[in-house]
């Protein structure tokens, strides 16, 4: 089954880096490469939101290390799976897919859990910190079914 998996989201400061982590730490010790991206530049180099961080760090994640990045055509090639938070996030995937194989990548995350519903992970960025609880509580479950489908 597939091995490498990539969360995006649009800053990769706030969802996918919370998605990387939590889906990380369900895999350890296993041959599984997780990573994460944004579909803008906003915010390249940055550390996660410190609400992420101390969400994650309330469930014994630590994510700070991580550094936002974004989104290249070549990440359709190099993962096998490409989660997008949101709609938007799926189109602007999407829209750099080139060929069948590459778009097929390219899934709703909570689309695990409630298929065909394309529910979004909304975007807390602007929102307070009960946005990160519901986001933390999305991914964990959209996780463990990932987990279910790659192990
Ligand atoms: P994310 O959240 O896509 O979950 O990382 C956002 C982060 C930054 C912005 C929007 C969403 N922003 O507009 O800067």
Do not use: W
């Not at 994650?56 to 989660?83: G, M, P, T």
């Not at 996030?89 to 097929?104: G, K, M, P, V």
Request: net charge negative; hydrophobic share 35%; charged share 30%.
């Amino acid at each position: 089954m597939s091995k490498k998996i990539l969360m995006v989201c649009l800053g990769n400061i706030c969802r996918s880096p919370l998605a990387e982590g939590i889906l990380k730490s369900k895999v350890s010790n296993k041959n599984i490469i997780v990573d994460s991206a944004g579909t803008a530049a906003y915010h390249i180099g940055k550390s996660p939101d410190k609400r992420s961080i101390d969400i994650a760090e309330q469930h014994n994640i630590d994510i700070s290390l991580q550094k936002a990045r974004e989104l290249s055509v070549n990440d359709l090639d190099d993962f096998d799976l490409i989660y997008a938070m949101d709609k938007t996030n799926f189109d602007n995937i999407i829209s750099l897919a080139e060929t069948d194989l590459q778009h097929n990548k390219v899934r709703m995350i909570m689309n695990e859990v409630y298929p065909n519903e394309n529910i979004d992970v909304p975007d807390p960025y602007y929102g307070g910190d009960k946005g990160f609880h519901d986001v933390y509580k999305m991914l964990d479950k959209a996780t463990d079914k990932i987990v279910d489908k790659i192990l």
